[in-house]
């Protein structure tokens, strides 16, 4: 199985700063790397798939990049909604994993 | 819209079983294979099974192999879970996903329904 580690657990930033987020594959998964946001209470958000494309409705604020085993989340300049919980997931082997995630709140 | 809807969620004692159910809407559900994904409470996203699209081939954690089942009927679009020999660490909200894209087996999922919270105890 391989194993997804995201970093920071947590991140402290402030609105209009740049939140950089990272994933770290234990084997490459190609660019088969998706991420998603959650916030409490709710269910999880499709934000990137296959490492850099933006999903249906994502703001332009939110990149991502990385192939192979090292992959990164950028938010250009956060917005009050981006603080939430951000998670990495593989679909290039079975079973899909996801990264234990990344919490981003403000400072 | 695309729409899912969770059920059959509550409290089973432990070595019980229960059978979960996602009735979706708002898309051509035979075309897409679906995902059920749990969170336990305060914890992350684990992913735990996957259903192609004509149910032809599924895949699951390590941690319910043999123990839980995917299936669907695509004459009532929806989506199930059966469990079994359920264990305290089942604990947990879970939540049934559609695939991205059409047919194959595609390990992204772009909507998801609200979560059925499944809670293990005696």
């Known amino acids: 199985e391989i194993v997804l580690t995201q970093s920071p657990a947590t991140l402290s930033l402030s609105p209009g700063e740049r939140a950089t987020l990272s994933c770290r594959a234990s084997q490459s998964v190609s660019s088969y790397l998706a991420w998603y946001q959650q916030k409490p209470g709710q269910a999880p958000r499709l934000l990137i798939y296959d490492a850099s494309n933006r999903a249906t409705g994502i703001p332009a604020r939110f990149s991502g990049s990385g192939s192979g085993t090292d992959f990164t989340l950028t938010i250009s300049s956060l917005e009050p909604e981006d603080f939430a919980v951000y998670y990495c997931q593989q679909r290039s082997n079975w079973p899909n994993t996801f990264g234990q995630g990344t919490k981003l709140e403000i400072k | 819209q695309v729409q899912l809807v969770e059920s059959g969620g509550g409290v089973v004692q432990p070595g019980g079983s229960l059978r979960l159910s996602c009735a979706a809407s708002?898309?051509?559900?035979?075309?897409?294979?679906m995902h059920w994904v749990r969170q336990a409470p305060g914890k992350g996203l684990e992913w735990v099974a996957f259903?192609?699209?004509?149910?032809?081939?599924?895949y699951y954690a390590d941690s319910v192999k043999g123990r839980f089942t995917i299936s669907r009927d695509n004459s009532k679009n929806t989506l199930y879970l059966q469990m079994n020999s359920l264990r305290a660490e089942d604990t947990a909200v879970y939540y049934c996903?559609?695939?991205?894209?059409?047919?194959?087996?595609?390990?992204?999922?772009?909507?998801w329904g609200q979560g059925t919270l499944v809670t293990v105890s005696s």
């Open positions: 708002g898309f051509t559900f035979s075309s897409y294979g």
């Open positions: 259903i192609r699209y004509d149910g032809s081939n599924k």
């Open positions: 996903a559609k695939a991205l894209r059409d047919y194959g087996d595609y390990g992204v999922s772009d909507y």
